[in-house]
């Protein structure tokens, strides 16, 4: 089977390429990735090594790099993580967001539905080789806001609020359309947020761990009591491996980690986590960036008094929860790791992979870090 992951040098994607590559062996991945701020080629430096990886620069709106890719290899399998992902970075520049993630959408949508199809049936739709499909990695974010109570179902309606849930919004439905109207196979998995290995330093929790070992303050938007449902990385790339194999063609899934948290109660249960780990492990002190008058060794300034609020986000979501049972039913899947288990193994990666931190946090992102955090 020949994978094309888009945006394959960024979180999720990276995360997903170390996932197809440690447990499929007959198989081959062409990432298409632009490197943008928030893409790297050092997140799968060691899997670049790998024969059954091909790596493209190329933006996913560049219709002759992406021809290029189908022509070169008979792809099977188109799964799209690339996407401007950062909701603040929407707040501040909208329009690179409808580009990539809807334009960027559609040109891959345009390219598989050329190469995959063979014909045409008595009613006039395309045919298309067998063991193709398309899936469009998405957002809980497209459904919009809830209250105290609650779930996101795959029926909810779509209700975005942010310039980046609405660009994610006109992808799944550009999606949509291609699979009513040209009978394409194509899936739309929709998830919670994620974390683990690899998150850019801008999103929460990897800037909270970032800003303790740096001594800096933690910003926290409004009063801390919006709430996201966390589900671990690995668990989500598990998730999208069962609905390229065993997916309803056509259908959306939900994929969610049973696991609402308030922002404020992440931003205390990683103060306290990264505390007790350095208490234990005096060798991950290392990681600390080295505080002004003080020693490298004292760790007394991990603490509540870090916590700084910090004006609230322009329309922020109150609360997300996913209902993930339409996965669980049809394809057996259920979230897998504890959120407990998943923060400490979170913040052990970052504390012994601080040069990935330094890697990618060097260039434009620490203008863009100047510009949203420094004046606070
Ligand atoms: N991180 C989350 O919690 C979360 C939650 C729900 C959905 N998602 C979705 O999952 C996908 C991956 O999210 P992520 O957190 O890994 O994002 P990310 O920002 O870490 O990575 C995005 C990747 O896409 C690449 N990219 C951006 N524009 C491109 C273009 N025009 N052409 C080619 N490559 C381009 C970037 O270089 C980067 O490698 C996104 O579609 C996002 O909307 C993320």
């Known amino acids: 089977m020949i994978y094309l992951v888009t945006g394959g040098a960024g979180f999720i994607g990276a995360n997903f390429v170390k996932y197809l590559l440690g447990t499929h062996r007959e198989i081959q991945i062409v990432v298409l990735d632009s490197l943008t701020y928030a893409g790297n080629l050092g997140t799968i430096k060691e899997d670049l090594k790998d024969a059954r990886l091909t790596f493209v620069k190329g933006d996913i709106k560049d219709s002759k790099v992406v021809d290029g890719i189908f022509d070169r290899h008979p792809i099977n399998f ?21 580009e990539t993630n809807i334009l960027g959408t559609q040109n891959l949508l345009d390219a598989a539905k050329k190469h ?22 998405s957002t809980d ?28 919004t006109g992808a799944d439905l550009i999606v949509k359309a ?15 947020n994620n974390y683990g290995p690899y998150h850019f330093p801008e999103k929460l929790i990897p800037l909270i761990i970032k800003n303790i070992l ?10 801390g009591s919006n709430v996201r449902d966390w589900l671990y990385v690995e668990d989500h790339c598990k998730a999208i491996d069962a609905v390229v194999l065993r997916g309803t063609v056509g259908e959306v899934y939900n994929v969610g980690g ?57 329309g922020h979501d109150q609360r997300y929860a996913i209902d993930p049972s339409k996965i669980t039913a049809e394809l057996g899947w259920e979230p897998e790791t504890k959120f407990e288990d998943g923060i400490v193994k979170t913040i052990r990666w970052y504390l012994e992979n601080q040069d990935w931190v330094d890697e990618v946090t060097s260039g434009d992102y620490q203008k863009y870090y100047k510009q949203m955090y420094g004046k606070r």
């Open 116 to 137: 995959w199809s063979t014909g045409k049936d008595d009613h006039g739709y395309p045919t298309y080789k067998a063991g193709v499909k398309y899936l469009q990695v």
């Open 178 to 192: 291609y699979g009513e109207t040209y009978k394409m196979p194509v899936n739309i998995t929709r998830c919670s």
């Open 78 to 98: 188109v799964v799209n993580f690339a996407a401007e992902s950062h909701v603040d970075r929407s707040i501040e520049n909208p329009q690179v967001f409808l």
């Open 258 to 314: 049973h696991n609402e948290k308030k922002n404020i109660d992440i931003v205390k249960l990683i103060i306290s986590t990264m505390r007790q780990m350095l208490e234990e492990h005096p060798e991950y002190r290392t990681a600390i960036k080295g505080i002004a008058g003080q020693a490298r060794n004292d760790i007394s300034y991990i603490n509540e008094d870090l916590i700084t609020y910090v004006t609230d986000r322009l």
């Open 214 to 223: 740096e001594g800096k303050k933690l910003p926290v938007y409004g009063d």
């Open 141 to 168: 974010e497209v459904y919009g806001s809830l209250g105290a109570t609650g779930y996101f179902t795959e029926t909810t309606p779509l209700d975005p609020r942010s310039p980046y849930s609405a660009s994610k």
